[in-house]
C-alpha cells in the first residue's frame, strides 16, 4: 500500500483532509501527523490493535507507556482523573508542550500504558492535532513518530528515512513541513503523592512547582 502524503496548513487545516485522515483513525488505522513538539504516530488510543501497531512501527517496548492527545482538559476527565491542581495547570499552560501523568480510568486500555495505572495527558498546541481529536472523538496516541532510540522527527524526510519499508504501515501522512521548534514536552507526574519531574522538556519545571505552589495558597486563602 503507498501511503498518501497530504500536504496541511497548520493554521488553516483543510477540513476534506483532516475527515480523511480521522475516517482511517477511527478505521484502526496510524497515521502520522504534526504536533507542537515533532511529528507523532496518531491511532485511536482505545483500539487495542491500532495500540499495537503503534509499538510495532517504533518498534518499542510494551513495557513503555504511550501517551494520548486530546483535545481539551475537559476531555481528558474521560480517560483520567483529573485534580482542581491539575486544571490549574492546564489553564497556565495547556495547549502547550507539558504532559501531565494521571491516575487513568478503566476505558484506557492496559497495553498502552504499560499496565501502569496511570496515564500520560497532552493537549498539544497544534491545530492538526487538536483537530483530529475532536473529530473522532477520541483520545489519540501521541507518541513521536520515530523508531525508539532515535532521535524524535520534525520534518516528513526525516520520518521517512527512519521508518524505510514500515512506511507502508502507515496509512497517510499529514505533511505539515519542516517544524522549527525541536523541543520535547516536559512531563510531570501527578498520579500519586507530591508532583514529580519525569522529564524536562521546554515548559521549565521550576515554573510548574511554581504554579503549583500558587495553586496551594490560593486555596489556603479561600473560606471553606
Given at each position: 500500500m503507498k501511503t498518501k502524503i497530504e500536504k496541511i496548513d497548520a493554521a488553516n487545516p483543510d477540513n476534506k483532509v483532516l475527515e480523511h485522515a480521522a475516517n482511517l483513525i477511527m478505521k484502526g488505522e496510524v497515521i502520522v501527523c504534526p504536533t507542537d513538539t515533532?511529528?507523532?504516530?496518531?491511532?485511536?488510543?482505545?483500539?487495542?490493535?491500532?495500540?499495537?501497531?503503534v509499538f510495532h512501527l517504533k518498534g518499542r517496548s510494551y513495557s513503555n507507556p504511550i501517551h494520548i492527545a486530546v483535545q481539551s482538559i475537559d476531555e481528558a476527565e474521560k480517560y483520567a482523573h483529573v485534580s482542581e491542581a491539575v486544571r490549574h495547570l492546564a489553564t497556565h499552560y495547556l495547549p502547550g508542550?507539558?504532559?501531565?501523568?494521571?491516575?487513568?480510568?478503566?476505558?484506557?486500555?492496559?497495553?498502552?500504558?504499560?499496565?501502569?495505572?496511570s496515564?500520560?495527558?497532552r493537549v498539544p498546541d497544534n491545530r492538526v492535532i487538536l483537530r483530529l481529536a475532536e473529530i473522532t472523538g477520541r483520545p489519540l496516541t501521541s507518541t513521536s513518530a520515530n523508531v525508539s532510540g532515535r532521535p524524535g522527527t520534525y520534518s516528513i524526510e526525516e520520518v521517512t528515512a527512519q521508518l524505510g519499508e514500515n512506511l507502508q504501515l502507515v496509512a497517510m501522512v499529514l505533511d505539515q513541513g519542516p517544524l522549527k521548534i525541536r523541543e520535547v514536552s516536559t512531563i510531570v507526574?501527578?498520579?500519586?503523592?507530591p508532583p514529580q519531574l519525569v522529564r524536562q522538556?521546554?515548559?521549565?519545571?521550576?515554573?510548574?512547582?511554581?504554579?503549583?505552589?500558587?495553586?496551594?495558597?490560593?486555596?489556603?486563602?479561600?473560606?471553606?
Open positions: 515533532g511529528y507523532a504516530f496518531a491511532a485511536n488510543a482505545l483500539n487495542t490493535r491500532a495500540v499495537a501497531k508542550a507539558l504532559t501531565l501523568v494521571l491516575p487513568k480510568k478503566d476505558v484506557v486500555p492496559a497495553v498502552l500504558v504499560a499496565g501502569l495505572d496515564v500520560g495527558v507526574d501527578l498520579s500519586s503523592g522538556g521546554r515548559i521549565s519545571w521550576l515554573d510548574v512547582r511554581e504554579a503549583l505552589k500558587m495553586f496551594e495558597k490560593s486555596k489556603q486563602k479561600s473560606p471553606e
